[in-house]
């Protein structure tokens, strides 16, 4: 059994996604990270970077395998299995490609965009301005290098579906509420309908559906989100933790 550490957000959806395309057989532990359940020394032992998504693989030979990152457990699990990822090396090599592009730059812009537009202080500033812009700038600079990728090809790949599409499809489909139009980017809105309309993506952003909240967060909850710094690590540091079995 996979044990899977998860809060309803794009980020975690990646990981839902290939959970439910191997046909849905894990442990959903909530994770509240509003609530501060990220820095908790059990889940630090899984992913030292108090961040979900996380899993904690119970299905090998020995210790229970813990892993954090999304694109890291996606590549885990899809190895693991054979599922969603080329076989051959230079497809992997592909596939690592854009894993790692996600995660260094659609995923951190998108991740500071939503920061801005949802989470900032209504200000109204020149600085608040001026980041909303750089990263809605960013963010659409993103699409623009998905829709040169996807022209000619169905998924991010080629002709197959992958982890690839997984790891760049839950930022996408969330554009509009982050302010952005996928009007003037045909082949990105093609692609993001393909995969909104697969059963199991359908499940995965489901999953969890009713921790998600409109509300904006209350004061405690954005000190637990919004204040992190280098101190609030160090406060973590020698508190005892152990992987739950
Ligand atoms: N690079 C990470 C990003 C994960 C991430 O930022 N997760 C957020 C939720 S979307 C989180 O756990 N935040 C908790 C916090 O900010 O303390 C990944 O792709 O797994």
């Given at each position: 059994?996979?044990d ?7 980020n ?28 908790k ?24 395998v ?5 694109g ?11 599922r ?24 951190p ?16 500033t020149?600085?608040?301005s001026?980041?909303?812009t750089?990263y ?17 090809r ?6 197959d ?7 760049n ?38 999953l ?9 967060p209350?004061?405690e ?25």
């Amino acid at each position: 059994m996979i044990d899977f550490y998860y809060w309803p957000t794009p980020n975690g959806w990646k990981v839902a996604i290939l959970l439910e395309e191997l046909g849905g057989k894990y442990n959903t532990i909530p994770l509240n990270i509003s609530k501060g359940d990220q820095f908790k020394p059990d889940f630090l032992a899984i992913s030292p970077n108090n961040r979900m998504p996380a899993i904690v693989d119970h299905d090998v030979e020995g210790e229970p395998v813990p892993v954090f990152e999304s694109g890291a457990i996606l590549y885990y699990l899809a190895e693991k299995t054979g599922r969603f990822i080329p076989a051959d090396p230079l497809g992997k090599k592909e596939t690592l490609e854009w894993l790692f592009w996600q995660t260094g730059n659609q995923g951190p812009m998108a991740g500071q965009l939503s920061h801005f537009v949802n989470y900032a202080p209504a200000k109204d500033t020149a600085e608040d301005s001026y980041a909303k812009t750089r990263y809605a700038n960013e963010y659409d600079r993103c699409l623009g290098v998905l829709e040169r990728r996807l022209e000619g090809r169905d998924y991010i790949l080629g002709g197959d579906y992958s982890i690839a599409d997984m790891i760049n499809w839950p930022w996408v489909l969330i554009a509009k509420p982050l302010g952005r139009d996928l009007t003037s980017f045909p082949n990105v809105s093609r692609w993001r309908q393909t995969i909104k309309e697969r059963p199991a993506v359908q499940r995965a952003v489901d999953l969890g559906k009713e921790f998600r909240r409109n509300a904006p967060p209350s004061e405690e909850e954005r000190k637990v989100l919004f204040s992190q710094n280098a101190e609030t690590v160090k406060a973590q540091i020698g508190e005892k933790a152990q992987i739950s079995e």
